[in-house]
């Protein structure tokens, strides 16, 4: 209450509007490219020539969805962006749920199981989580031409678990090494082994690490486009080179509306994750860039 | 048998976590580390369109690498982007945090707004960005449509300016989530030194200037390294945004590196170029890993 009072003088209450209006303004900077995305996926082509970027449609269609989403072409094939979205689910959906676990079992040995070089093999497994993957792009490619699944939905699984162990396993390590070794050493004393532990006292517990990782992993995932785009060619691309090879394809006539509609298609999965779950979103940003 | 079958149980029961543990890190010392020297290697070859291990050449690509001229400019373009990302992001970012650090209304929802970047992929920011800016149909237009007839905002096609195109696009997506660190690091002061201030005197700005900010050090550290990293990366939004064009304008090391290796042919300068881009990033993230790792683990 105490500061109420003393905004009441006018100098004070400028400042307050001031402060205001800044924080609207970067409100605005931020909102405006999905609006812009937004109206014009509803408008057709006429009208994006026509009328303003800024302005609402003057004549809703959602013609340009249905076409992003059914018949637009994509590189050689005229389907729409809907069967990229389903490669891009179905990359996804293993790929997290995979590194995931792995990303427990890791954190749960590098701190309740302890053993001699435990802090290298950790380091090692951190670094990995950090170069860039230009470096890796090589010997790839030949070790998924060898193992039959270059261009493939499995080859892409594969890539983005080995590469997402890192960051999963960083996140349960630090988790776990919160959690109190007492409880760990006692359900020892009564027998119980090292999956019985795990199964029964720390996932128990894990709950928002693993939403945390969950989320972390299925943004990344779902968001890569180099390793999209140097191991998945054609139709077993996911859904962010399908968007690039939409928009930036050089033949015919540009339709920004159905680009736009697939820009937004795009976006959704991460967006509503961000929506739903925002909280846990930010935990998980702060945990890979802070570490510790 | 039994006792020989109760020993085998003893050893696997003794090293068991080591066994779940080993497929992963079997994985790292494979795909991460073998890969780098595998590309080590490569970059020291003449390899053309595909990995030839017989033409060893030794350390040649390199000096070759930096006589290149589209090398020389991804890496201005790089020195370029990079400082502006880096630098605008920083400010943006800790003045927004310290904005909404006043007891603001609706403080929810103007982070979630600022922040909401973040979750897109570069590629989706790249599309918006490149309509948005649109010489013909986006923002110039708009501004002709309110009665700024001569306003002008070809950046997208103008090499002298396209690289800042990409600038503007990635503080948009990323300075959210330093907005977010900053503020994470202002909630975590101590709040009994501000109210010493205050009694003393001090104004809202002074106390700012001198007590707060200097007191986030570790941010800025954590926000520099993860900016770097990002920046040093960034391949999606040069090839949504502007493809590295128009010409050569917006050339980074990472599309540089891609198309050297895979669509010109010349895999072992590619492979160097990789391998510069590993040791700038190793150069930040490993002595700030180091340092972040040990402080954790004395205690």
């Known amino acids: 209450m105490a500061e109420m009072i003393r905004y009441d003088d006018s100098g004070a209450r400028f400042w307050r509007v001031a402060l205001y209006t800044t924080l609207i303004v970067f409100a605005v900077f931020y909102l405006l490219p999905l609006f812009v995305m937004l109206v014009t996926s509803f408008k057709s082509l006429d009208e994006i020539r026509q009328g303003n970027m800024l302005a609402l449609p003057v004549q809703w269609t959602i013609e340009p969805w249905l076409k992003a989403w059914g018949t637009a072409c994509v590189g050689l094939t005229c389907e729409g962006i809907h069967g990229y979205f389903w490669n891009s689910i179905k990359m996804v959906v293993p790929a997290v749920t995979i590194s995931t676990i792995l990303g427990a079992l890791n954190g749960y040995v590098l701190t309740k199981w302890r053993f001699r070089g435990h802090k290298w093999v950790f380091a090692l497994m951190l670094f990995g989580c950090f170069i860039p993957f230009q470096i890796v792009l090589i010997p790839m490619s030949q070790v998924l031409g060898k193992l039959g699944i270059a261009g493939d939905t499995a080859g892409l699984v594969l890539v983005h678990v080995t590469y997402g162990i890192g960051f999963s396993t960083l996140f349960f390590r630090n988790y776990y090494e919160a959690f109190p070794n007492e409880l760990v050493k006692a359900a020892m004393i009564d027998g119980a082994g090292f999956f019985r532990i795990f199964w029964r006292i720390m996932l128990p517990s894990s709950g928002p690490i693993i939403v945390v990782t969950v989320i972390w992993q299925f943004t990344n995932i779902w968001n890569d486009f180099l390793f999209g785009a140097s191991f998945a060619a054609g139709e077993g691309a996911p859904m962010t080179v399908a968007l690039n090879n939409l928009v930036n394809s050089s033949t015919g006539v540009k339709e920004y509306n159905v680009h736009m509609a697939a820009a937004v298609i795009a976006a959704f999965p991460t967006l509503l994750v961000y929506v739903v779950a925002g909280r846990y979103f930010v935990r998980g940003l702060m945990a890979g860039s802070v570490k510790g | ?299």
């Open chain 2, 1 to 299: 048998m039994s006792e020989k079958n109760s020993a085998v149980a003893d050893w696997l029961r003794q090293h068991l976590p080591k066994l779940v543990l080993s497929p992963s890190f079997a994985i790292t010392i494979f795909f991460v580390y073998g890969f780098i020297l595998y590309t080590a290697f490569i970059s020291m070859t003449k390899s053309k369109m595909l990995p030839n291990l017989s033409k060893f050449v030794g350390f040649e690509n390199y000096p070759k690498l930096w006589k290149t001229l589209n090398w020389q400019v991804a890496l201005d373009n790089m020195l370029v982007f990079g400082f502006l990302y880096i630098v605008i992001c920083g400010v943006l970012g800790l003045f927004l945090a310290i904005l909404l650090d006043q007891k603001i209304r609706a403080e929810g929802f103007l982070r979630t707004t600022y922040l909401y970047p973040m979750a897109l992929s570069f590629i989706v920011t790249g599309t918006a960005w490149k309509w948005f800016l649109n010489p013909g149909l986006g923002l110039e237009k708009s501004m002709h449509a309110w009665g700024f007839e001569s306003f002008k905002f070809d950046w997208l096609i103008n090499p002298d300016m396209a690289i800042y195109t990409i600038v503007i696009a990635g503080v948009w997506q990323s300075s959210g989530f330093v907005m977010a660190m900053f503020l994470a690091g202002l909630r975590g002061i101590d709040s009994e030194q501000l109210k010493a201030a205050q009694l003393d005197g001090a104004s809202t700005f002074q106390t700012y200037w001198r007590i707060i900010i200097p007191q986030l050090r570790a941010v800025y550290l954590s926000a520099f390294v993860v900016l770097a990293h990002m920046a040093i990366k960034s391949y999606d939004l040069v090839v949504a945004l502007t493809g590295g064009g128009p010409g050569r304008a917006t050339e980074m090391p990472a599309t540089f590196m891609y198309s050297y290796t895979f669509t010109r042919n010349q895999m072992g300068i590619g492979a160097a170029s990789a391998m510069i881009m590993l040791f700038t990033i190793a150069a930040i993230i490993v002595p700030y890993l180091y340092a972040e790792t040990r402080e954790k683990q004395d205690g």
